[in-house]
């Protein structure tokens, strides 16, 4: 049963262009919304968030929109530089139990942003 | 100055062993946790755990234990390895609490059980 999800394995984008990577969710208890970069060998690095009470959050080159009622959340790159190669993950947050808060990942959407 | 590190990053044993992954994280949070990222590349929570509570998701084997020795660290022991253990192992942390907007993790430590 996958909470989240990131539709798309992969996506090609040429320099300069915009990068948009997808995803959606089915917990409607989900609270915040965050994008993770991730090189090989490497762990998931933090790159934006968004909480559920608002639509869009911007920092640089990078966007998130949110639209609560479809269950979906788009994360925008602009422009896409070569460096922005690597696995996106979506992961939204929930409460557990207690206070205690822990975050679900959906499956990662591969990046290659072409020179 | 790494904020969450793990060691061993590659860790090769036999089935049937027993092991531990280490994880220590600098940034004074107080909940830690341990993901776990299988061969479809899911990342899944095993564990959390602050200096109060240990939240542990209903489908991880007994075989996997979190010990604590301070909130600083968050050792993950497995017994009785098997070879569906082979993963990479993920801990992260953050802050206690709805306050926190992110977790941080370390670099992982790849396991394989042959």
């Given at each position: 049963d996958q909470q989240v999800k990131q539709n798309s394995p992969s996506l090609s984008v040429q320099e300069g262009r915009i990068s948009i990577l997808n995803c959606d969710y089915t917990?409607?208890?989900?609270d915040y919304f965050l994008w993770y970069k991730k090189y090989p060998a490497e762990g998931p690095t933090f790159l934006i968030s968004i909480s559920s009470i608002k639509d869009k959050n911007e920092d640089g080159r990078f966007t998130v929109f949110l639209n609560k009622s479809a269950k979906h959340l788009s994360l925008h790159i602009?422009?896409?530089?070569?460096?922005?190669?690597a696995v996106y993950f979506c992961a939204a947050r929930a409460d557990s139990g207690a206070g205690s808060y822990q975050l679900t990942f959906g499956k990662g959407t591969k990046l290659s942003v072409i020179p | 100055d790494t904020a969450v590190s793990q060691t061993p990053k590659y860790l090769v044993t036999q089935m049937g062993n027993d092991k531990s992954i280490k994880c220590e994280q600098?940034?004074?949070?107080d909940t830690m946790y341990w993901y776990k990222q299988d061969s479809k590349k899911f990342l899944k929570i095993m564990f959390s755990y602050n200096n109060k509570e240990l939240i542990i998701?209903?489908?991880?084997?007994?075989r996997f234990s979190p010990k604590s020795p301070d909130k600083a660290h968050l050792n993950l022991h497995i017994n009785s390895?098997?070879?569906?253990?082979s993963a990479v192992y993920f801990c992260a942390s953050s802050r206690t609490g709805g306050s926190w907007t992110e977790a941080f993790f370390g670099q992982g430590t790849r396991l394989t059980v042959v």
């Amino acid at each position: 049963d996958q909470q989240v999800k990131q539709n798309s394995p992969s996506l090609s984008v040429q320099e300069g262009r915009i990068s948009i990577l997808n995803c959606d969710y089915t917990n409607s208890m989900f609270d915040y919304f965050l994008w993770y970069k991730k090189y090989p060998a490497e762990g998931p690095t933090f790159l934006i968030s968004i909480s559920s009470i608002k639509d869009k959050n911007e920092d640089g080159r990078f966007t998130v929109f949110l639209n609560k009622s479809a269950k979906h959340l788009s994360l925008h790159i602009v422009p896409s530089q070569p460096g922005d190669s690597a696995v996106y993950f979506c992961a939204a947050r929930a409460d557990s139990g207690a206070g205690s808060y822990q975050l679900t990942f959906g499956k990662g959407t591969k990046l290659s942003v072409i020179p | 100055d790494t904020a969450v590190s793990q060691t061993p990053k590659y860790l090769v044993t036999q089935m049937g062993n027993d092991k531990s992954i280490k994880c220590e994280q600098n940034l004074g949070h107080d909940t830690m946790y341990w993901y776990k990222q299988d061969s479809k590349k899911f990342l899944k929570i095993m564990f959390s755990y602050n200096n109060k509570e240990l939240i542990i998701n209903e489908t991880v084997p007994n075989r996997f234990s979190p010990k604590s020795p301070d909130k600083a660290h968050l050792n993950l022991h497995i017994n009785s390895l098997e070879l569906g253990d082979s993963a990479v192992y993920f801990c992260a942390s953050s802050r206690t609490g709805g306050s926190w907007t992110e977790a941080f993790f370390g670099q992982g430590t790849r396991l394989t059980v042959v």
